[in-house]
């Protein structure tokens, strides 16, 4: 029997070995791995659909570029699973190998880039390259004329989230309850018991990919994490003139990112104008003026976008919220003293990026695998000194 969903509590037909709450892309992604221990999860989700905030709300990039070792391992393996997707669902997860393209147009941001690529090397990430201008031009011919270096990895590239969605239901065993709000959770022995819209779910384990609720729900729990909230934009606009095939492009001396999209292109105007929140809501502030903005800090690495901004047919701008940790890596593992309550939580905006081997390693935990120690909540809790992800645009102002 494959992905049921149920209209309430009442229709689960027994109690569930493992409860996962939140349905957005981890939650899913969890859930898909769990079947495949053999385990028939429950997926609870409070809105009355599956994936309907952050997860939608992104430029649906993957990169392996990052610095730390276990943050490179956790994306390089999910973009293998996209890339791979087909063979596992039977559905494409729409993975385009356009490649992530670094520009400079400073000797400063140059010589930056060139540093980072040999630390990433040394970390394990073997095919990212440092790129001189010519070979920048040749490989993209929008630059502008004053480039002074990048860096590439060509397997990075897009995905589309409707498909892998659409592939995680497909294979997964597992009951959904949507419209379903959790309203506590209390941690026993045996188990743990959940409340959910007014009624009690006794479930073995639960595991929480509740992204930006998740530092209300452990301060219920009196568990204190260095968390915090972050709100990210995404300009979508239409615009026909956009080559298709076009690298995703990060100016590092800006920190603005665009891709190419069906039709037009997905656009940040600066990963540094990511602002910290103070309380959670699904729809963070936008600004109305942001398409001007965005033009404005992608045009000086790739002039394209000044020559054809008339042309732009249309568009429509989203803005949600993210939990980013104290060093930008994620939450994969059992909370402190807690061995039946499970977290896989934290990307910071990267869900879709690297929750696959994410939850992949969760749920083998679940099933009995030792913990992944790298992503264990306990690093900030035993005095593990903590190294934040360089990466990590809400910790350092390197984009």
């Keep these: ?16 070995e493992v409860t996962v709450i939140g349905g957005g892309i981890t939650g899913l992604a969890t859930t898909f791995f769990l079947s495949r221990h053999g385990i028939r999860p429950l997926l609870v989700e409070r809105l009355p659909a599956l994936s309907m905030l952050a997860s939608r709300r992104s430029g649906e990039g993957v990169r392996a570029q ?27 997860a729409g993975y385009r190998p356009l490649g992530y393209l670094y520009g400079a147009r400073s000797a400063a941001g140059a010589a930056r880039l060139r540093a980072r690529v040999e630390r990433q090397k040394a970390a394990g990430l073997d095919d990212v390259r440092y790129l001189t201008p010519s070979e920048m031009h040749a490989l993209t011919p929008t630059l502008a004329e004053d480039v002074t270096g990048g860096a590439v990895r060509q397997a990075d590239g897009v995905i589309e989230v409707d498909r892998v969605i659409e592939g995680y239901l497909k294979m997964m065993q597992a009951d959904i309850l949507v419209a379903a709000d959790l309203q506590a959770i209390i941690p026993g022995p045996g188990g ?9 779910l006794e479930t073995g384990h639960a595991i929480l990919c509740t992204a930006a609720r998740l530092p ?48 037009g ?4 105007a600066s990963f540094r104008s990511t602002l910290f929140l103070d309380r959670f809501t699904d729809d963070p502030e936008i600004d109305p003026d942001y398409l001007r903005s965005a033009i404005d800090s992608v045009a000086p690495l790739v002039p394209f976008w000044r020559a054809h901004q008339h042309e732009i047919r ?17 939450l994969i593992g059992a909370l402190p003293g807690q061995p039946r309550l499970w977290v896989n939580s934290g990307y910071g ?51």
Excluded: C
């Design 1 to 16: 029997m494959a992905a049921s969903f149920l209209t309430d509590i009442s229709a689960l037909p027994r109690r569930p």
């Design 66 to 92: 990052w610095e730390k070792r276990e943050n490179i391992d956790i994306a390089r393996a999910s973009i293998a699973f996209y890339r791979d997707f087909a063979e596992v669902t039977g559905v494409s």
């Design 349 to 399: 905006g990267h869900g879709l990026m690297a929750s696959p081997e994410g939850a992949r390693r969760l749920a083998a935990m679940v099933a009995g695998a030792a913990p992944d120690i790298p992503f264990a909540p306990e690093r900030f809790l035993n005095g593990t000194p903590i190294v934040p992800e360089p990466m990590t645009v809400n910790l350092s102002s390197a984009p």
């Design 314 to 330: 249309g568009g429509h701008l989203r803005s949600g919220s993210l939990l980013v940790t104290g060093d930008g890596g994620p």
């Design 265 to 268: 292109a997905r656009m940040t």
């Design 216 to 263: 209300a729900q452990l301060q219920a729990l009196g568990i204190a994490l260095p968390l915090r909230l972050a709100r990210s934009t995404i300009q979508y606009l239409q615009l026909d003139a956009v080559p298709p095939d076009h690298p995703a492009m990060v100016d590092a001396d800006l920190g603005s990112f665009w891709r190419p999209h069906t039709g």
């Design 192 to 200: 743990i018991t959940l409340t959910i819209n007014g009624e009690t």
